[in-house]
């Protein structure tokens, strides 16, 4: 959600569950909507067999990757007091659980404000179906740097956190006990890339070495300097060589899975 886009909150209605979400206004979809199909998922949303599979193109004509549309769900759309009963085509989506198209935008008729980037539903179709009263949306976009709010204030300490690793279906049936208990629950998703980031390593001086290092091993101060660290090594007659076949690029694989105690120790 760079701001590029036109981004609505909204909220699916499956039998007594609300999920709170955001869909993409796509001006060049030409389907109704659509959902992911992790996400329907996840919810336990309703999926209905569609009599003829659907073809879903990308926008040089050429068939999605994911396949055909199969399966459709109904559920209830509400955005602020906008209110529907709405079919989806279920399929990937990758960056938004929801994107709503060209033949939703035609049924209900909205006027886009895109330089204040607000939706205002308010034809004669939605006052007659949809809502009592003309409703204006605020679609999500981040603030220019000039207008950002300034950070808040740090927190007080509390207890530590404590991580595990999880499965998907432990983590799901726990989300679906936490959302039973509590009513609503927030989950983020956090990366390696993220947390490097903010915990922002302070970088050590050249100065500040031998203080860090032990004082038999002065000797080898300059192997603990992170520009001589970046270097290659200059290369020597007994380099290892793995010749490879002439065309033959060698195909990606991921880093082999490690222990907790073993990953906790390749960080520190």
Request: overall charge positive.
């Amino acid at each position: 959600m760079d701001g590029e886009h036109l981004i609505v909150t909204c909220t699916l209605s499956n039998c007594e569950e609300k999920i709170r979400t955001h869909a993409l206004i796509d001006t060049g979809a030409t389907g109704f909507s659509f959902i992911d199909e992790n996400f329907a998922s996840h919810h336990h949303l309703p999926l209905l067999p569609l009599k003829n599979p659907r073809k879903l193109e990308v926008i040089d004509g050429r068939p999605i990757a994911s396949g055909v549309i199969t399966h459709i769900t109904k559920v209830r759309l509400n955005i602020n007091q906008h209110a529907e009963e709405i079919p989806m085509f279920v399929t990937k989506l990758g960056h938004y659980p929801i994107v709503l198209g060209i033949p939703w935008l035609r049924l209900h008729d909205p006027a886009i404000r895109f330089a204040s980037n607000t939706v205002v539903l308010d034809s004669a179709y939605c006052l007659h179906h949809c809502l009592d009263a003309p409703v204006i949306i605020q679609g999500i976009s981040s603030p220019p740097p000039e207008k950002q709010t300034p950070p808040p204030a740090p927190a007080p300490a509390g207890p530590p956190l404590h991580a595990a690793l999880l499965g998907s279906t432990a983590f799901q049936s726990l989300v679906r006990n936490k959302r039973k208990r509590h009513g609503t629950l927030q989950v983020f998703s956090l990366s390696l890339y993220e947390i490097n980031k903010a915990l922002d390593h302070k970088r050590i001086e050249e100065g500040d070495l031998k203080s860090l290092v032990p004082e038999e091993y002065h000797e080898f101060l300059p192997l603990f300097s992170e520009a001589v660290a970046r270097q290659l090594p200059p290369h020597r007659p007994y380099d290892h060589k793995i010749p490879l076949k002439e065309g033959f690029a060698p195909p990606f694989g991921l880093l082999y899975p490690m222990s907790r105690g073993k990953l906790k120790e390749l960080k520190r």
